[in-house]
């Protein structure tokens, strides 16, 4: 599998990738919990942990910690994280808050870009942090 060049991790606007991932991610997660069928409160209480900023930020960790990422996948990670262009919401002024926005920022960021570049490679991390409970074909996006 041929990695991307450091040239085409930035050459995309993070915001936009993040926009775009958020959108993505949230599907992945949602589509993954799908089955087996439940009262659709059941689904929101199942994929929650995932959507949120505070899950975002706990994917980038392992993501990070499990050293699941490339290289590149790393440094763009790094890259949108410190991006001074991020904008903050009220309720992540804290120090602490922030780093979990810029990490949720930065995990929507590569969902984005990998979708639009590499989706088998997303799809290897996809299923690589969600639980296996739910049968693997579950997690693409149809």
């Known amino acids: 599998q041929q990695q991307p060049s450091k040239q085409q991790l930035t050459e995309d606007d993070p915001l936009a990738l993040a926009f775009l991932g958020d959108a993505i991610w949230s599907l992945y997660v949602r589509n993954h919990f799908l089955n087996p069928p439940k009262h659709h409160r059941l689904?929101?209480?199942?994929?929650q942990p995932y959507?949120?900023?505070e899950g975002q930020a706990k994917i980038y960790d392992t993501?990070?910690?499990q050293q699941?990422?490339?290289q590149?996948?790393?440094q763009y990670l790094r890259y949108v994280y410190k991006w001074k262009d991020v904008k903050f919401r009220?309720?992540?002024s804290s120090p602490a808050a922030e780093a979990v926005y810029r990490k949720a920022t930065a995990l929507e960021a590569l969902v984005g870009y990998l979708h639009k570049n590499q989706p088998d490679r997303l799809e290897?991390?996809?299923k690589a942090v969600l639980p296996a409970s739910?049968?693997?074909s579950n997690a693409t996006p149809q």
């Open 90 to 92: 009220k309720r992540f």
């Open 43 to 47: 689904y929101q209480a199942e994929v």
């Open 124 to 126: 290897e991390l996809v």
């Open 72 to 74: 590149q996948e790393q």
């Open 134 to 136: 739910t049968t693997a």
């Open 68 to 70: 699941l990422l490339t």
């Open 51 to 53: 959507i949120t900023a």
């Open 63 to 65: 993501l990070v910690e």
